[in-house]
């Protein structure tokens, strides 16, 4: 789960990282009486899941209340690489001498936590890890020793952040961010930029955090920071009901079992010409009902034609059948069906499907034919 | 021979006496698998369909003597089940469990592989070496024994390759389901050496998918290390950035963990990449018509 900047600076300031002072805002006129308590000129920020905000024009300075209500106005409602703004963070605009940038990540590779830290902030990491690695400092850390303090030293000097006043600052900031990471089961715990002001303060100047969706369950207060409404509404009602969904822009709606297989079925679908509307995964051994659900989610999109494609382990063939004959029964499914069912119990869930042969489904026996068959569908 | 598990697997179920624990601890012991025990805390002294059931794992080993578990308890205990097994000597943990925190498994991992134990999973299918032993939910009925070795991040899609490869004739050494999380304890890498090691399997399917970059490391190990041949399959090559496709490692951050990267990773080391499941069957079946 991402969190939005205030979120994730909100979580700083718990740990102790210097953060700006700031206020959310969700109106103009919010933004203004966020302006006049904050005092001086402010920035007024667009919070939403993307990246590139300032570039979209979703950052803006501001010098006067009545400025920072007209920024809002503005900023409120645009659209960010998909993402409407519906929040802003009014925060205190700060001097800036230098920007760094500071993260903890996940090391897949290396089952590690990675620390990374480099003078070059405001950058693109992933391009300066590609063009001048040199720049970049990067320390894992062993996460059944923890983190200590010489580490934050070693990443300080292999940045070039030799100044003492700012080296003990940042490395007590590596030192919270690591806290902050294992403390909150982060994913990701990213400052770009860390900046250091004329008066040679160290600050986070943005906030990018993400939280292990596995781990919610230990974490409510921060299970409670997602944003309900930012997700897509499909997405929620598919959460809701256990399925592993996402909405795509295609018009073939694409339902399996397992992560893996509904990848490859959307990969095959686009091999034979055609688009998916989305990636609907019902899981290992879905009954009847979970089928129906997933059905409800994928036909509230604008789908000319469906593929299930079942390979059935622990799931079985008649239940998704049932499933599927339910779900035409009650939520009438007009466009066309196409099926392929293997695995377990795939010829009695075929046999079923015979049975009652309904006119809009059409049973495939592999899974390229059904893709090719179900592209041919919806044109 | 075979990898992982075979007719000297003694299995003990960790979360015997739940539903679904019960259920594919009897179906693994149907096909032949040999189960020992079962521990749930609590229900010791108590049996089922006849495997002895045992407070904790310590226990069992005093009694049965496992060297292989399966843990099939839920997420939030999950963590724990494994550093039980680990602390009561088990060599080998299959962990279906899906849903654990991202966290334990960083320290699960760094903390048994100083320790020798081979953890697969977790979020996997299990392991099966057709005509031996099947450890976990991989329906064994699609599959035969054979010369290719399978390993793959996705239940469902090895099915759908083993199935090809079994209808094509081809049958199979093992199958091992490493799982779709962020932090696994058997990795591409590890499966690739056995199998390599192994001298029933001949030929090898990798079956990748977007997300991480443990395919394109595997490319370098084949190409370095590897004298059997592998062909390889990505799945995911129209998901888009940012999204978490199902499983909570197939996600493609910024430019990296693309289909399209690992694929060429691949290609670039020699190793034949099908473009879809059935096209990577048949890249295997031919190898293996060839070297008749």
């Known amino acids: 789960m991402d969190l939005y900047e205030y979120q994730g600076k909100e979580l700083f300031r718990r740990f102790g990282i210097p953060v700006s002072d700031g206020r959310l805002a969700l109106s103009p006129e919010d933004a203004r009486q966020a302006a006049q308590e904050l005092g001086g000129a402010v920035v007024v920020k667009a919070q939403v899941h993307a990246g590139g905000r300032g570039k979209a024009g979703g950052i803006k300075l501001a010098a006067s209340p009545s400025e920072a209500e007209a920024r809002a106005a503005d900023i409120l409602g645009m659209d960010i690489r998909g993402h409407v703004v519906h929040r802003l963070w009014v925060e205190k605009a700060s001097e800036i001498e230098r920007e760094y940038y500071l993260s903890v990540t996940f090391d897949r590779g290396e089952k590690k936590p990675l620390f990374m830290l480099t003078t070059e902030g405001g950058v693109d990491i992933e391009e300066l890890a590609a063009t001048s690695p040199e720049k970049l400092a990067r320390l894992h850390v062993d996460p059944l020793v923890g983190f200590h303090p010489f580490q934050a030293r070693w990443l300080c000097f292999a940045a070039g952040i030799r100044e003492p006043a700012e080296q003990k600052q940042v490395i007590a900031i590596v030192g919270k961010l690591y806290e902050t990471f294992v403390s909150c089961e982060a994913m990701l715990c990213e400052i770009n930029p860390l900046i250091v002001t004329p008066a040679g303060e160290v600050r986070a100047l943005d906030a990018k955090v993400t939280i292990d969706d596995n781990a919610l369950y230990r974490h409510p207060d921060l299970a409670e920071l997602r944003d309900l409404a930012a997700a897509d509404v499909q997405e929620q009602r598919a959460r809701e009901k256990g399925l592993a969904y996402v909405k795509l822009d295609g018009d073939i709606g694409i339902l399996g079992n397992g992560a893996g297989l509904v990848m490859s079925t959307l990969d095959v679908v686009a091999q034979a010409g055609g688009r998916p509307a989305n990636f609907c995964d019902i899981g290992g051994g879905a009954q009847a009902d979970v089928v129906v659900g997933a059905l409800e989610v994928i036909t509230a999109d604008p789908v000319k034609a469906i593929l299930f494609n079942i390979f059935g382990g622990i799931t079985r063939g008649g239940e998704v059948a049932r499933g599927l004959l339910e779900a035409l029964e009650r939520i009438g499914i007009d466009v066309p069906v196409v099926v392929r069912l293997d695995g377990t119990e795939a010829e009695e869930g075929r046999r079923l499907l015979a049975e009652s042969s309904p006119a809009n489904v059409h049973v495939e026996s592999t899974m390229l034919s059904a893709a090719e068959r179900v592209v041919e569908l919806a044109r | ?292």
């Open chain 2, 1 to 292: 021979m075979a990898i992982i598990v075979d007719a000297a697997t003694r299995l003990v179920v960790q979360g015997i006496t739940g539903r679904e624990g019960q259920f594919h601890a009897l179906r693994n012991r149907d096909y032949g698998t040999n189960v020992v025990a079962g521990v749930t805390p609590g229900k010791g002294g108590e049996a089922v369909e006849g495997v002895p059931v045992f407070d904790s794992v310590r226990d069992a080993m005093a009694e049965t003597k496992p060297n292989t578990s399966m843990v099939f308890v839920p997420a939030r205990f999950a963590a724990d089940a494994i550093y039980e097994a680990v602390d009561a000597g088990i060599e080998t943990v299959i962990c279906i469990t899906e849903g654990i925190p991202a966290h334990d498994m960083l320290r699960i991992y760094n903390y048994i592989r100083p320790r020798g134990v081979t953890l697969v999973g977790p979020n996997c299918p299990g392991v099966l070496s057709p005509g031996k032993a099947n450890v976990g939910i991989i329906p064994a009925e699609i599959f035969s024994p054979g010369p290719v070795g399978l390993v793959s991040r996705s239940g469902t899609l090895t099915y759908q390759i083993g199935n090809e490869l079994t209808q094509l004739g081809v049958g199979q050494s093992t199958i091992v389901g490493i799982g779709g999380d962020p932090v696994v304890g058997t990795s591409f890498i590890d499966a690739l050496e056995r199998f390599e090691a192994d001298p029933e399997t001949r030929f090898v399917v990798m079956v990748g998918e977007i997300g991480g970059s443990e395919e394109e490391k595997a490319a370098a190990f084949i190409a370095e290390r590897m004298t059997k041949p592998v062909v390889g399959y990505i799945a995911g090559r129209t998901a888009p950035p940012g999204k978490t496709m199902g499983h909570a490692g197939a996600i493609i951050s910024g430019s990296a963990g693309t289909a399209k990267a690992k694929q060429e990773a691949l290609e670039a080391r020699g190793v034949r990449v099908g473009t879809n499941p059935t096209e990577a069957a048949r890249l295997v079946a031919d190898l293996v018509a060839g070297a008749r």
